[in-house]
């Protein structure tokens, strides 16, 4: 069973970075489109950055120029770089994907981000 499990999360000042890490279990392959969502309190979730097959990026206007998004296959992971953090970044981040295989939407059980001083 594909299953998604992050890494990566912490406490950063502001103007800090942090990597995250979303280990597929089993191959990165059975998944598409992977990305990362973020939920703040009171918040709605919301997608951060997505990535295709080709290596096609998509991210919140909020994050552009600051966060990456890429894959390894060889690893099964799906990595989220996050530079110049600032405060309103400070969510719980979740990663996502779809398993065509089962038809189903897939969650990761999220990894907080706290960006303060």
């Known amino acids: 069973q594909v299953q998604l499990v992050e890494s990566g999360g912490g406490l950063v000042q502001p103007g800090g970075s942090l990597r995250l890490s979303c280990t597929v279990s089993?191959?990165?392959?059975?998944?598409?489109?992977p990305g990362w969502y973020r939920q703040a309190p009171g918040e709605e979730r919301e997608l951060v950055a997505a990535i295709t097959s080709g290596d096609t990026t998509h991210y919140l206007d909020s994050v552009k120029g600051r966060f990456t998004i890429s894959r390894d296959n060889a690893k099964n992971t799906i990595n989220l770089q996050m530079n110049n953090l600032k405060p309103e970044d400070t969510a719980v981040y979740y990663c996502?994907?779809?398993?065509?295989?089962?038809?189903?939407?897939?969650w990761g059980q999220g990894t907080q981000v706290v960006v303060s001083s």
């Open positions: 996502n994907a779809f398993e065509p295989r089962r038809g189903r939407t897939l």
């Open positions: 089993g191959s990165i392959f059975s998944i598409t489109t």
